[in-house]
């Protein structure tokens, strides 16, 4: 039994030689594999290349829809042999899956990456020669991104060569919120090729190095041991791969076929509207795009393009210098106009240095509200005449709200907006809703003015009365008086304050005596001097709009009213525009009040 045994082994041991397994070269252009998971390259959409920059105004698109031209399993064979290539190009039918779908369904892509690489295949080529390594890795970006810079994979990979954040960072490209360099063109290709060449110099095998860069050197290692004998070979260790890394040898054998032998089926080559010759300049300011963009005349478009490795549209040059490709006609007109650009919206995009907690200039510090100011003022005034036992007659006076609305210009922002009507833009902001206060041209803001009484010019008087009681705010109308006392006891008419009324502050003599009930009437006892004085003063004066300027503004800095200046000028009730430059009536302040009180009673007969 023992002999039949060991017979039967040595027999099946001598049959061993005759059912060698195949060899390398067998392997190659027979396997097949139905689970293979193709790039994400190949989702990319071609209404999203559509939109690139460079392929609207660069290239002529061919707009004839052409058949499907497939070829034969024999013909991509004998043409991937013919290639002059370092690296193995075998053919095998995953990879005339890759091509038919290529050539098929795909052959829009293909037409926007032929039309892409004619720019940025000239960096790849330059970058890989520099490197010494082989010159159809060029086309690895087409798996990897469509050849788009701003692509982004499920798993954070970024670029036209899909680098992952530790990757790119252990190859020394900066990554922050600012700037991403494996979106740079330039830097990503030239890492790209020092790190398939550091891969090359591991495996001895392009096509292992190649499925490194897809999986990481771990994985390639890993499916090396499981195979074992000392297999090297990216074929031979195909099955122990990772299910994306068997198909990206083969997608990247049919990239550089289709890219090659396109025309041979029915795929349109393309054509350049003009050639995009650019240049660079190391730039060491912070500066935004659109100051270049709007000093240049260049398209904001086409610098994002040109320069996809700013995520902001930001180049932070005051942190250290960073390289702003531009085209090569408008390098020297960056150089001759640095200045220009540097001072163009500066405040629109000028960032503070230093803020010091309650400063002026911080928007979100709490300020001194005109009532806090107020108060300050009446507390001074009453701590120096405390020893009199004289009190201030204090009003809080009533304030009168006035929504404008407001639109916004070209090149304006909150800031200037809010510097042009004297309010803060925080309450810019809050009246508007706005969350992150970014406005444009075309937008309509509410603006809220308040007008009161300045309370410097409350006269005050020596009383042994209480002080009243200070009215209720009241948004809705203007008083220009204080509530006389509460009529408890029988209260001198000296000992009630006044306050004049705005159009009259000017005019108001600080040092003159309290007045009686019967100075009130205006009809008699009136010095000479002045009626003198209010007969100069009835006088119009003109005066030159500004920019900046309202009616309201230039009305309140000459003591007068809107309504006044309407009707000085001829102007209607509606009519609120005035020009640069134009000259207007300011008229006297005894027409003012008239003007004011026609304006007031008519408000009453309407009412009625």
């Known amino acids: 039994m023992k002999k039949t045994v060991i017979i039967l082994s040595l027999t099946l041991l001598g049959l061993l030689p005759t059912a060698a397994a195949p060899s390398i070269l067998d392997i190659k252009h027979s396997i097949t594999d139905d689970n293979i998971v193709p790039p994400e390259s190949f989702e990319t959409k071609t209404r999203e290349l559509e939109e690139n920059f460079y392929l609207q105004n660069f290239v002529v698109r061919d707009g004839n829809s052409r058949d499907e031209r497939l070829g034969t399993s024999r013909d991509y064979e004998k043409r991937l042999a013919s290639m002059p290539t370092e690296i193995e190009m075998p053919y095998n039918s995953i990879v005339g899956k890759y091509i038919d779908m290529y050539l098929g369904r795909r052959r829009g892509l293909v037409a926007d990456m032929l039309a892409l690489h004619g720019y940025y295949g000239n960096i790849f080529l330059e970058e890989l020669l520099k490197e010494g390594v082989p010159t159809e890795l060029q086309y690895l970006p087409v798996i990897e991104s469509a050849i788009n810079p701003n692509a982004v994979s499920r798993v954070g990979a970024t670029g036209l060569w899909q680098f992952m954040p530790a990757t790119a960072k252990g ?158 006609q408008q390098v020297l007109s960056y150089l001759m106009s640095e200045d220009a650009i540097l001072a163009h919206d500066a405040d629109l995009y000028a960032r503070r240095t230093t803020v010091e907690p309650g400063d002026e200039t911080n928007e979100a510090a709490a300020l001194i509200d005109e009532t806090g100011e107020r108060n300050l003022s009446a507390l001074g005034r009453q701590s120096s005449n405390a020893t009199e036992n004289v009190t201030v007659a204090m009003a809080t006076t009533a304030e009168q709200v006035q929504q404008l609305t407001h639109t916004v210009g070209r090149g304006e922002n909150i800031k200037d907006i809010a510097k042009r009507y004297g309010v803060s833009a925080t309450d810019i902001k809050r009246w508007n809703k706005l969350r992150r206060g970014k406005v444009k041209e075309g937008d309509r803001l509410i603006i809220e003015q308040r007008g009161s009484v300045d309370p410097d010019q409350v006269r005050t008087v020596t009383t042994a009365s209480a002080v009243p009681a200070p009215p209720r705010r009241d948004t809705a109308r203007k008083t220009s008086e204080v509530p006389a006392p509460p009529a408890r006891e029988k209260a001198s008419s000296a000992s009630r304050a006044e306050v004049p009324a705005p159009a009259a502050r000017k005019s108001q003599d600080k040092s003159s005596k309290p007045q009686t009930t019967a100075s009130n009437n205006k009809t008699k006892n009136k010095p000479a001097d002045k009626k003198r004085t209010q007969q100069a003063s009835a006088k119009p004066k003109t005066y030159k709009v500004k920019s900046g300027d309202n009616l309201e503004k230039i009305a309140k800095a000459n003591g007068t009213t809107v309504a006044a200046i309407q009707q000085a000028n001829g102007m209607k009730k509606t009519d609120t525009r005035i020009n640069i430059g134009e000259t207007i009536k300011i008229p006297a302040k005894a027409t003012a009040k008239k003007a004011t009180s026609k304006k007031k009673s008519g408000t009453k007969r309407r009412r009625r």
């Open 171 to 328: 190859l020394g490209m900066e990554i922050n919120s600012l700037v991403d360099e494996r979106r740079d063109p330039r830097i990503s290709s030239r890492n790209a090729a020092r790190y398939l060449k550091q891969l090359y110099n591991i495996y001895d095998d392009w096509s292992l190095a190649i499925a490194a860069y897809n999986c990481g050197p771990g994985n390639v290692n890993k499916a090396l041991r499981r195979a074992g004998g000392g297999k090297k070979d990216f074929w031979q260790i195909y099955n122990y791969l990772p299910k994306e890394t068997r198909g990206y040898v083969p997608a990247f054998i049919a990239a550089n076929y289709v890219m090659t032998y396109y025309g041979k089926h029915n795929i349109s080559p393309t054509v350049l509207r003009r050639q995009l010759v650019t240049d660079t300049i190391k730039v060491n300011k912070r500066v935004h795009f659109r100051q270049i963009a709007d000093v240049l005349n260049i398209p904001v478009e086409e610098i994002r393009m040109l320069n996809p490795q700013y995520r902001q549209d930001i180049i932070p040059g005051n942190y250290r210098p960073y390289t702003l490709t531009l085209p090569k």
